[in-house]
């Protein structure tokens, strides 16, 4: 059964630092792995797609690896704002099922 | 992307009611799915829709209290049945365009039951 953990659970910067949000997951036969953000109280926006093929996306500045060996993955996010202020997901797509397996997600608040 | 709509956007329930959340998207899909989010917890899938058929729900999930309907290709339906404060959840509902590829999510509907 794929289980998927992020660290932290919670994180504070202030604006201007680059930061790192973590994905874990303990099946390695995914699909494909999907980062979304999720503002208080709303849907999910999805960030960045990754197959299982693919080392990393970029989106603006936002970038995200995959090393599926070893059961992880990275978002890493450059010279954050306040308005970057969400939680973030992770979902990973196992081969041959079609439903996401959501991680616990990371809450990230940036300061002005 | 994919555009979906649901409603209600919210609703404040009594105990023992039942509710019914719509869920609409701007094109066909093959696959429509629902997920609960409690508060300060992630997602959980409850059911797969798949138009024509009947839903597939996940471990946990029952028909008897989250009835599914998917009559076309571009809507669908939750109920919430017979309700208790622990279905206090936001309640989303998700397609996946292409098949297994980037999957896009309504706004949810916020459910409080009292």
């Known amino acids: 059964k794929q289980e998927v953990t992020q660290i932290p659970a919670a994180l504070s910067v202030p604006e201007g630092e680059n930061l790192v949000l973590n994905c874990s997951f303990t099946d390695s036969a995914i699909y494909n792995l999907q980062w979304f953000r999720q503002d208080p109280g709303k849907g999910l926006t999805s960030l960045l797609l990754i197959q299982s093929s693919q080392r990393e996306q970029t989106s603006g500045r936002l970038n995200a690896s995959l090393d599926k060996s070893s059961g992880r993955s990275t978002l890493y996010i450059a010279a954050s704002q306040p308005g970057d202020s969400a939680t973030y997901l992770c979902a990973v797509r196992n081969t041959g099922f079609q439903k996401l397996v959501f991680g616990t997600g990371t809450r990230l608040l940036v300061s002005p | 992307s994919a555009v979906i709509s649901q409603k209600p956007s919210r609703d404040i329930c009594q105990r023992g009611t039942s509710l019914t959340i719509q869920c609409q998207v701007d094109?066909?899909?093959?696959?429509m799915f629902w997920y609960r989010q409690q508060p300060g917890q992630s997602l959980t899938l409850i059911a797969t829709?798949?138009?024509?058929?009947?839903?597939?729900?996940e471990s946990g999930f029952v028909i008897d209290k989250f009835p599914i309907s998917r009559p076309n290709l571009t809507f669908s339906t939750l109920t919430v049945s017979n309700m208790s404060p622990e279905d206090s959840s936001i309640y989303l509902c998700s397609v996946d365009r292409a098949g297994r590829e980037t999957q896009y999510f309504g706004p949810g509907t916020r459910l409080l039951v009292l």
């Open positions: 829709a798949n138009q024509g058929s009947e839903a597939t729900y």
């Open positions: 094109s066909q899909v093959t696959m």
